[in-house]
Each structure stands twice: as structure tokens, then as C-alpha cells.
């Protein structure tokens, strides 16, 4: 799902006038905030904080359940609303962001509702969203400032004219234009060096993702090398998200790149006994798969993989596994349960490994 919004100049019309306010139904607010998690879920990459953003934009946008009577295109004036909302936001957060422990990720939608818990109110909109959002394309706007972001992603994405995009912004038309025009050239620099696929279009589609995403987590559990030498893209990459919130040794804490490399880290998560299980899901409108917690460790949820596909095979692996970028997931798994259950393993596999007493 691609948003297109009319220009916002012809949203809301500054003409006085004494009709009543419209009231809207269930339906209609439940559309509009959909479109203002949106608008702030693409400027934020935060599934929580676009959803705080959705609420603070529909108080805003429809007062005590009604819409304004001179709203005259309810969506796009939810869009630039919420858009400012998410701007001034993200501008005040750049500091934190920037001193971000690890490689950073967004917030994973999956569309399917998680097994171990009830799914947020919203999944459906969030799965509808994530049909046009791949964590690699976040990934790449999170490299642009707040204003080229929000430049881009209202003239590139959402096809606002540059004069509109200016007043949401809070600047002047040639600036909007400048900023939208450095971030699409940073954009096509960046994918031009294989970092992303970076348009708001929907990825393209493998008609037979889902039988290799079996397959991978197939060879994943059973630990076979060569199986998955065979599935993974030569030049694959493995990046991992822990925020800093993960115990040592269960967190991807740099990328892996490289088919040999990304293998045996898969190989080795797996000898050293992991008590988890993967399922296949959709994350942000890509194949991928879901960790879970065995029940032995008191299961729940462990991380999220969106799996990028090219040529029939596994081209990148984005894990998060930062247990404060998973909570509208579901419950999550204990994690310091799961190390100690690790350290158990390693200790009995030395106290096999340990030669006996000579006869």
C-alpha cells in the first residue's frame, strides 16, 4: 500500500463557516489513524512512538469524535498532521539516536499475530503498512536528517507537491526542494552501493518465497552447513539489533557479510545449543521468521528476521533481538534464562569433549 495524499493547501480551507463538524464513525477514525501511524511509523521507524503520534494527531484531527467541518480531505490533512507530530519528535530524539549502542533497526511489524500472546488492536493496519516498508529502505532514511527525511518522504513517497511539503516542514519552497533533492541523491548513492532498495514501492516478490524461507530455517535448525551454503547469496550480509539490551553472546553486534562467514554464524548459534524455535512470518512486507523461547526457558518471544531475496536466494538477514524494540509483539522471551541455559551447554559439551582418565 503506497499512500498518495492530495495536497494539504486543499485538506483544510481557512473559509469561515457555521456548518456543524462531521462526525465520524468507527470506520473512519480507524482509517485515519491508520494513516497518521503511517505517515509517522515511515519519519520514526518506531512502532510504539508512531502509535503515540497516531493518538496525539487523531485528538488533533478529529476533537471529541468529529471532523472539523472545514477538512475537506480528512487523509491528507491527518497525513500532514501527523507528519509534524513525528518531525518535531524525531528532531528531539536525533541525540539518543545517534548514541545508539550497535547497528540500529527499526521497530519490526509482523503481520501474522504473534503465537505466544494477543496481537496489538492495530495489526491489521500494521500488516496493510508493512506490505510497502522494508526494514532496509528504514534503514537508509534513518541516514538522512529529520528535514531531508520528511522532505523525501512527502515528495518521493506520498507525492505532496514541494510548496506543501515546505509548510509541514516549516520552511521555505526552494529549501523543501533543496532537501528532498540531497536526500534522493544520498538515497541513490547508497543504493547504488547495494545498501538498500530504496524506493517506496513495495520490494519484489519471489514466487516461491515462502517454500525457501522453509527451507533456510530447515537447514538453520538442523545446522547444515552446506544446506545453507547453497541458500545464501555470495555476497550476503547477516545484521543484527541488540540495543546494548542483549546478554553477551546472543546479539549479532556487528554486520557479517560474506556466504562462508553469515553461514557459520548460523551453524554455530545452533551447535551451541540455542533453546529456541523459528517460524516463517511477514516482516515489514518481507519473508521472514520469527525466534521463540523454548518452553523449558519459559518461552516467548526472542527476535524478528526480515529475509531479502535476490536471484533465488538469501541476499540479507536483518534481525532485531533488542527485547524494548519488541514489546507490541507480544511476551518476550527471558533472555538472561536463555544465557544461563547456554552456559549450561557449553559446560557440558567441554565436560564431554574432556579426555577420560588413562586405564
Given at each position: 500500500?503506497t499512500?498518495?495524499?492530495?495536497?494539504?493547501?486543499?485538506?483544510?480551507?481557512?473559509?469561515?463557516?457555521?456548518?456543524?463538524?462531521?462526525?465520524?464513525?468507527?470506520?473512519?477514525?480507524?482509517?485515519?489513524?491508520?494513516?497518521?501511524?503511517?505517515?509517522?511509523?515511515?519519519?520514526?521507524?518506531?512502532?510504539?512512538?508512531?502509535?503515540?503520534?497516531?493518538?496525539?494527531?487523531m485528538?488533533?484531527?478529529a476533537?471529541?469524535?468529529a471532523?472539523?467541518?472545514?477538512?475537506?480531505?480528512?487523509?491528507?490533512?491527518?497525513?500532514?498532521?501527523?507528519?509534524?507530530?513525528?518531525?518535531?519528535?524525531?528532531?528531539?530524539?536525533?541525540?539518543?539516536?545517534?548514541?545508539?549502542?550497535?547497528?540500529w533497526?527499526?521497530?519490526?511489524l509482523?503481520?501474522?499475530?504473534?503465537?505466544?500472546?494477543?496481537?496489538?488492536?492495530?495489526?491489521?493496519?500494521?500488516?496493510?503498512?508493512?506490505?510497502?516498508?522494508?526494514?532496509?529502505?528504514?534503514?537508509?532514511?534513518?541516514?538522512?536528517t529529520?528535514?531531508?527525511?520528511a522532505?523525501?518522504?512527502?515528495?518521493?513517497?506520498?507525492?505532496?507537491?514541494?510548496?506543501?511539503?515546505?509548510?509541514?516542514?516549516?520552511?521555505?519552497?526552494?529549501?523543501?526542494?533543496?532537501?528532498?533533492?540531497?536526500?534522493?541523491?544520498?538515497?541513490?548513492?547508497?543504493?547504488?552501493?547495494?545498501?538498500?532498495?530504496?524506493?517506496?514501492?513495495?520490494?519484489?516478490?519471489?514466487?516461491?518465497?515462502?517454500?525457501?524461507?522453509?527451507?533456510?530455517?530447515?537447514?538453520?535448525?538442523?545446522?547444515?552447513?552446506?544446506?545453507?551454503?547453497?541458500?545464501?547469496?555470495?555476497?550476503?550480509?547477516?545484521?543484527?539489533?541488540?540495543?546494548?539490551?542483549?546478554?553477551?553472546?546472543?546479539?549479532?553486534?556487528?554486520?557479517?557479510?560474506?556466504?562462508?562467514?553469515?553461514?557459520?554464524?548460523?551453524?554455530?548459534?545452533?551447535?551451541?545449543?540455542?533453546?529456541?524455535r523459528?517460524?516463517?512470518?511477514?516482516?515489514?512486507?518481507?519473508?521472514?521468521?520469527?525466534?521463540?523461547?523454548?518452553?523449558?526457558?519459559?518461552?516467548?518471544?526472542?527476535?524478528?528476521?526480515?529475509?531479502?531475496?535476490?536471484?533465488?536466494?538469501?541476499?540479507?538477514?536483518?534481525?532485531?533481538?533488542?527485547?524494548?524494540?519488541?514489546?507490541?509483539?507480544?511476551?518476550?522471551?527471558?533472555?538472561?534464562?536463555?544465557?544461563?541455559?547456554?552456559?549450561?551447554?557449553?559446560?557440558?559439551?567441554?565436560?564431554?569433549?574432556?579426555?577420560?582418565?588413562?586405564?
Amino acid at each position: 500500500m503506497t499512500l498518495r495524499a492530495t495536497s494539504p493547501s486543499s485538506a483544510r480551507t481557512s473559509s469561515r463557516t457555521s456548518a456543524p463538524a462531521r462526525p465520524a464513525g468507527a470506520d473512519d477514525l480507524g482509517r485515519l489513524r491508520s494513516v497518521a501511524f503511517s505517515a509517522a511509523y515511515r519519519m520514526l521507524g518506531s512502532v510504539t512512538e508512531a502509535e503515540d503520534v497516531a493518538q496525539d494527531a487523531m485528538l488533533r484531527v478529529a476533537p471529541d469524535g468529529a471532523v472539523p467541518p472545514d477538512v475537506r480531505n480528512p487523509e491528507a490533512f491527518t497525513t500532514t498532521v501527523a507528519t509534524r507530530i513525528a518531525l518535531d519528535l524525531l528532531r528531539s530524539a536525533r541525540v539518543r539516536r545517534e548514541s545508539y549502542v550497535g547497528e540500529w533497526l527499526p521497530e519490526p511489524l509482523v503481520s501474522e499475530a504473534v503465537a505466544t500472546g494477543t496481537p496489538p488492536a492495530d495489526a491489521a493496519a500494521h500488516a496493510e503498512l508493512a506490505d510497502d516498508l522494508s526494514t532496509a529502505f528504514l534503514v537508509l532514511l534513518e541516514t538522512l536528517t529529520p528535514s531531508e527525511r520528511a522532505a523525501f518522504l512527502l515528495h518521493d513517497v506520498l507525492g505532496y507537491p514541494h510548496r506543501e511539503a515546505a509548510r509541514v516542514i516549516g520552511t521555505t519552497e526552494l529549501a523543501a526542494r533543496q532537501l528532498a533533492s540531497r536526500a534522493r541523491r544520498r538515497v541513490a548513492a547508497r543504493r547504488q552501493a547495494g545498501v538498500a532498495e530504496a524506493s517506496g514501492a513495495p520490494a519484489s516478490r519471489d514466487p516461491h518465497a515462502a517454500e525457501l524461507v522453509e527451507r533456510f530455517i530447515a537447514a538453520t535448525v538442523e545446522g547444515d552447513l552446506d544446506a545453507l551454503l547453497e541458500l545464501l547469496a555470495d555476497d550476503v550480509e547477516f545484521v543484527g539489533d541488540g540495543g546494548g539490551n542483549v546478554p553477551p553472546g546472543m546479539a549479532v553486534t556487528r554486520p557479517v557479510a560474506g556466504r562462508e562467514a553469515v553461514a557459520r554464524l548460523l551453524v554455530g548459534f545452533v551447535r551451541r545449543g540455542v533453546p529456541a524455535r523459528l517460524e516463517p512470518a511477514t516482516v515489514n512486507g518481507l519473508p521472514g521468521m520469527v525466534a521463540y523461547a523454548d518452553d523449558p526457558t519459559g518461552g516467548g518471544l526472542i527476535g524478528t528476521f526480515a529475509i531479502e531475496l535476490s536471484g533465488g536466494r538469501v541476499a540479507a538477514l536483518r534481525g532485531v533481538v533488542n527485547p524494548e524494540k519488541l514489546r507490541h509483539l507480544g511476551p518476550l522471551a527471558d533472555l538472561d534464562a536463555m544465557a544461563t541455559a547456554l552456559r549450561r551447554s557449553a559446560a557440558r559439551r567441554r565436560s564431554a569433549e574432556r579426555p577420560g582418565p588413562e586405564a
